[in-house]
T-cell receptor, first 113, second 114 residues
Framework: DQQVKQNSPSLSVQEGRISILNCDYT??????FLWYKKYPAEGPTFLIS?????DKNEDGRFTVFLNKSAKHLSLHIVPSQPGDSAVYFC????????????FGTGTRLTVIP | KAGVTQTPRYLIKTRGQQVTLSCSPI?????VSWYQQTPGQGLQFLFE???????NKGNFPGRFSGRQFSNSRSEMNVSTLELGDSALYLC?????????????FGPGTRLTVT
């Protein structure tokens, strides 16, 4: 049972434009959400996170939006750069205090120069 | 500060054998979690260790086990390997349990079972 879903396996965007990656979750106990970026043959790299008490968190070119009522979050990258091309994973953790993360299946972003 | 390190990076084993993978967390991080990444299932949580104790366990058979040492380094062991155990095994560290805290991942160990 996939509790975190990324329904778009891939996304292509022109350099300089906005990239929007989407993520949906089903477990209402999730209260902390993270985005990771992964290059081939490397481990996931932490990008940005958001607590359920917020609806937006910004860090440079990256902004994460959380819509709790819709159980939906999105990652915006503006402007997109060719170096952003990677697989992006959405992850969530529950209010149990445990550290285990539930991951989506990933979206492959390609930024076209 | 050095990142999470994992050894070995690549491993080939035969069905029925057992394997041990090693993880050294970021200095000062005391919680270590293990994940399995496969094309079909994505990234799935195996277990978490803190203070040499397993705090949390995912939905994997008992063939998968782990331990943590007093210096926070961790090992995971898979016994009686099956073809389906072929995967990228990732270790992640964080400061302490009871977060939430961001987890920082190592490069992974690619295990191939033939």
């Amino acid at each position: 049972d996939q509790q975190v879903k990324q329904n778009s396996p891939s996304l292509s965007v022109q350099e300089g434009r906005i990239s929007i990656l989407n993520c949906d979750y089903t477990n209402s106990m999730f209260d902390y959400f993270l985005w990771y970026k992964k290059y081939p043959a490397e481990g996931p790299t932490f990008l940005i996170s958001i607590s359920s008490i917020k609806d937006k968190n910004e860090d440079g070119r990256f902004t994460v939006f959380l819509n709790k009522s819709a159980k939906h979050l999105s990652l915006h990258i503006v402007p997109s750069q060719p170096g952003d091309s990677a697989v992006y994973f959405c992850a969530a953790s529950a209010k149990t205090g445990a550290n285990n993360l539930f991951f989506g299946t990933g979206t492959r972003l390609t930024v076209i120069p | 500060k050095a990142g999470v390190t994992q050894t070995p990076r690549y491993l080939i084993k035969t069905r029925g054998q057992q394997v041990t993978l090693s993880c050294s967390p970021i200095s000062g991080h005391r919680s270590v979690s293990w994940y399995q990444q496969t094309p079909g299932q994505g990234l799935q949580f195996l277990f978490e260790y803190f203070s040499e104790t397993q705090r949390n366990k995912g939905n994997f058979p008992g063939r998968f086990s782990g331990r943590q040492f007093s210096n926070s380094r961790s090992e995971m062991n898979v016994s009686t390997l099956e073809l389906g155990d072929s995967a990228l095994y990732l270790c992640a560290s964080t400061i302490t349990p009871g977060g939430p805290y961001e987890q920082y991942f190592g490069p992974g160990t690619r295990l191939t079972v033939t």
